[in-house]
């Protein structure tokens, strides 16, 4: 028996539509992961480009379990002198939803150039309304 390895142009890329009202944003988030990886699929290859396509709607209404979530901090530097910038995790979710959601997916894919080409197929909006209604994409209960 020979082991099977996924070329890139036999990989057939789906499109999948989340509806994220009153989710953990954690546990949707690993479970969107792992659908942009494509290890949901029997050809998965950790080498290659597997996963399918994925639009998050309404991630305004995430949820955040846990006491201290929303006063947990995340850092990031500007890349300049002095500039380490901080806020938390709550005010994130309140100003830009959509980038809460799109940091805590892309921390869960792999951290390499691989990883960079899966979170590409990540779409967020905040809102119930998405323009990828040509791509026919399906409902993804999770």
């Given at each position: 028996?020979?082991?099977?390895?996924?070329?890139?142009k036999?990989?057939?890329?789906?499109?999948?539509?989340?509806?994220?009202?009153?989710?953990?944003?954690?546990?949707?988030?690993a479970?969107?992961a792992?659908?942009?990886?494509?290890?949901?699929?029997?050809?998965f290859?950790p080498?290659?480009?597997?996963?399918?396509h994925?639009?998050?709607?309404?991630a305004?209404?995430?949820?955040?379990?846990?006491?201290?979530?929303?006063?947990?901090?995340?850092?990031?530097?500007?890349?300049?002198?002095?500039g380490?910038?901080?806020?938390?995790?709550?005010?994130?979710?309140?100003?830009?939803?959509?980038?809460?959601?799109?940091?805590?997916?892309?921390?869960?894919?792999p951290?390499n150039?691989?990883?960079?080409?899966?979170?590409?197929?990540?779409?967020?909006?905040?809102?119930?309304?998405?323009?990828h209604?040509?791509?026919?994409?399906?409902?993804?209960?999770?």
């Amino acid at each position: 028996m020979k082991t099977y390895v996924a070329k890139a142009k036999e990989i057939e890329h789906k499109w999948y539509v989340v509806d994220a009202t009153g989710k953990s944003v954690g546990r949707m988030a690993a479970s969107v992961a792992a659908i942009l990886r494509g290890k949901h699929k029997p050809t998965f290859s950790p080498n290659a480009d597997c996963g399918d396509h994925v639009i998050i709607v309404n991630a305004e209404k995430v949820v955040l379990k846990g006491p201290s979530k929303a006063e947990e901090p995340i850092y990031w530097h500007t890349g300049w002198p002095g500039g380490l910038k901080q806020t938390t995790r709550g005010k994130l979710l309140e100003t830009r939803p959509q980038r809460y959601v799109e940091k805590v997916v892309k921390g869960m894919l792999p951290h390499n150039s691989l990883g960079a080409v899966m979170f590409t197929k990540l779409k967020v909006y905040a809102g119930p309304e998405h323009p990828h209604a040509a791509q026919h994409p399906e409902p993804l209960e999770l």
